[in-house]
């Protein structure tokens, strides 16, 4: 057997799907954030996936880009967090209602 | 396809050997090193068998380091402490170590040699991308300081490994940007094409090495590779006298075994990476591919000797930074570490910065690349 | 790349993502974040992308994921209670879920091409290809990223910084300071 594209997309489909299913069903802000990192791996496999099938370098840089992405939103989503956690002493998404009607 | 793997293998088997031996070597260095710095006689008392005793063999430590400690080591009880994290507790040493000697499959120790027609590379892995290889791997090195501290369940071994944390990511950024000089001024990533083009004299005596092309890359590639493995002066993560032994101060037996290779081993890999990228790597002055050549005399020797002559003087040279780092170590006072952060910081980065920029039009200007 | 190599890549990958969203101690969940990224990096290294994936292990694994061991360690976050409740949010979640995953995998299964069928140029995924895109054709992008990265910085200090204390004399107007 040879290995195909449909294989490798078939495998961003399922990271993708674990990470969705882990943002909704903890309830654990981190998780919740590294389930998101998840997501944003998996996208990532697709786009170099696609960028070796059309032999072109696009997919790459685009690549780049949402990984530099990442690491920003990373940086603030998590100062974000410590700053809920000194105020409400919680990181469970449940206790953080406060905006709920 | 079967030959190509089993010569990779035997590579790969042949290079983590020299290096493991080389870093139990490096303890005996280490001990006996420091004795004679610091005017002591150091380890001497275990002798198997009173072997050597009449000829005073015993002094030199050798069975005493090479032999009774390890055994001791790894016989010794192997407990976790109690409400620590079992998984993690094991996996911090091997996550320390296992990325350190993972490193060394990209270095090449020798030229191509050929064997029955094969061409041979004496390197373990001959990839495009050596130094990113090179730079991911010591990245991952983190975690095992990091897991090794939060999973013993004591507060000091968890100060030593946030102190650990936060001094090696801060490190590593200096020493990327003094790989990106050498990449830059060489302009290639594989190690073997870098070691290549150090080959040669200039004016007919100085020979071509990257420490001539890169003084500031060599000493910010040093004192960062220094405080990645976190040795003095940058050991207070580890703090002898202050926080026991640190991150690592719950572990006995086998697991501490592995601490202390890793330390050892990545002496090893600062010293080689060193060697490669600013002291020639196997490259010996006036030794080309047929033999030596000065002036109008030479010295013609088979391809065979040439490519010895290169191993060893390749373990030479490494050998002789890792006396360095040991002599440095014993000589220097430990800083403190808002001085380590701050050296890190805003000393090696902006001065990393500065030296891309300076190389990157220098290359330019001299050498016409891009457009 | 061999289909061993990607199997023994594809499991490992499936099964420490699924680690992460499973377990309930936040370290264990970091680590098989960080070795489904590692399997990731190596997929993207058998897809020829050999920079992107150094980088990926090099930016993700050695940076990021850093931070968040960071974070987890300056909340002192324990292994959680096993969770009970939400039971309808996690039975149509689950739904959902698989819906989605069903309608991605028909989709995206419809190219049968095989990966030694595309030839790629001599220096495909190279730094040197990657950088002549990057700064040929997305150069303004990259300027933005670089900027969106200092405003990262600054704003991610800016949050998680404790206030600042008030000065104890800050209350007494000066005289003939309007007040």
Redesign the interface.
């Given at each position: 057997m040879i290995v195909s594209y449909s294989w490798v997309m078939a495998l961003s489909a399922a990271i993708f799907a674990i990470g969705v299913a882990g943002v909704l069903l903890r309830r654990n802000i981190l998780v919740m954030f590294m389930s998101i990192e998840l997501m944003l791996n998996a996208v990532n496999l697709t786009f170099v996936t696609l960028a070796r099938r059309m032999g072109s370098m696009d997919g790459q840089v685009i690549v780049f880009f949402v990984m530099t992405v990442a690491a920003a939103e990373a940086a603030v989503g998590l100062a974000i967090i410590i700053s809920i956690f000194r105020n409400r002493e919680t990181v469970n998404a449940d206790e953080l209602n406060l905006m709920k009607w | 396809m079967a030959i190509d793997l089993l010569i990779g293998a035997i590579k790969a088997i042949v290079i983590l050997l020299l290096v493991l031996n080389l870093s139990a070597v490096l303890l005996w260095f280490e001990r006996k090193g420091s004795a004679l710095i610091q005017d002591r006689v150091g380890a001497n008392r275990a002798a198997i068998f009173g072997i050597g005793k009449r000829m005073g063999l015993p002094n030199l430590g050798l069975m005493n380091t090479l032999m009774a400690d390890p055994l001791k080591l790894f016989t010794k009880e192997d407990f976790v402490p109690e409400g620590a994290?079992k998984?993690?507790h094991a996996?911090g040493p091997f996550l320390a170590l296992f990325p350190v000697l993972v490193t060394f499959a990209v270095v090449p120790i020798g030229d191509a040699i050929q064997i029955g027609g094969r061409t041979v590379q004496l390197q373990a892995a001959s990839?495009?991308?050596g130094a990113?290889?090179i730079?991911?791997t010591i990245?991952?090195g983190?975690?095992g300081v990091?897991?090794g501290g939060?999973a013993s369940n004591n507060r000091w071994a968890?100060l030593g490994a946030?102190r650990a944390?936060a001094q090696m990511?801060s490190y590593?950024i200096a020493m990327?940007l003094a790989i990106i000089s050498i990449v830059i001024t060489f302009g290639t990533?594989d190690l073997q094409n870098i070691v290549h083009q150090q080959g040669g004299v200039w004016f007919g005596w100085l020979p071509r090495w990257g420490i001539f092309l890169q003084p500031v890359a060599f000493v910010m590639l040093l004192t960062a590779g220094m405080a990645e493995s976190k040795r003095v002066p940058f050991d207070l993560p580890e703090g002898e006298s202050e926080l026991i032994a640190g991150y690592f101060t719950e572990y006995s037996g086998g697991k501490q075994a592995c601490f202390m290779l890793t330390d050892f081993a990545e002496v090893v890999l600062v010293a080689v990476l060193v060697t490669l990228f600013f002291f020639g790597g196997w490259q010996v002055p006036w030794l080309y591919g047929d033999g030596f050549h000065l002036g109008v005399h030479q010295l013609l020797l088979p391809r065979v000797a040439v490519v010895i002559v290169g191993v060893l003087a390749f373990w030479i040279k490494v050998v002789m930074f890792c006396w360095l780092q040991i002599l440095v170590r014993w000589t220097l006072p430990r800083f403190r570490y808002d001085q380590l952060m701050r050296l890190g910081w805003k000393g090696l980065v902006p001065l990393g910065l500065l030296n891309v920029l300076v190389t990157a039009f220098v290359v330019v200007l001299a050498t016409g690349a891009g457009r | 790349m061999p289909v061993q190599l990607f199997i023994f890549l594809a499991v490992v990958s499936i099964a420490s993502s699924l680690g992460v969203v499973v377990q309930k101690n936040p370290i264990h969940c970091l680590l098989a974040l960080i070795l489904t990224l590692i399997t990731i990096g190596a997929l993207f290294v058998a897809l020829d992308a050999v920079t992107v994936g150094f980088l990926q292990i090099i930016v993700y694994v050695g940076a990021i994921m850093v931070l968040f061991l960071f974070v987890i360690w300056l909340l002192n976050l324990q292994a959680e209670p096993v969770p009970i409740g939400h039971l309808g949010l996690k039975f149509f979640a689950t739904i959902a879920v698989a819906a989605m995953a069903a309608e991605l995998f028909v989709f995206l299964s419809k190219t049968r091409t095989a990966l030694g069928e595309v030839n790629v140029a001599a220096g495909y995924g190279s730094i040197d290809s990657l950088a002549q895109t990057l700064f040929g054709q997305y150069l303004m992008a990259f300027e933005t990223t670089s900027i969106l990265l200092l405003v990262a910085v600054i704003g991610a200090v800016a949050v998680a910084r404790r206030a600042l204390p008030v000065r104890a004399s800050a209350g007494s107007p000066r005289p003939g300071a309007p007040s």
């Open positions: - | 994290d998984f993690l996996l990839i495009n991308a990113l290889y730079l991911a990245g991952v983190v975690y990091a897991l939060w968890l946030v944390t990511i590593e990327g990533l | -």
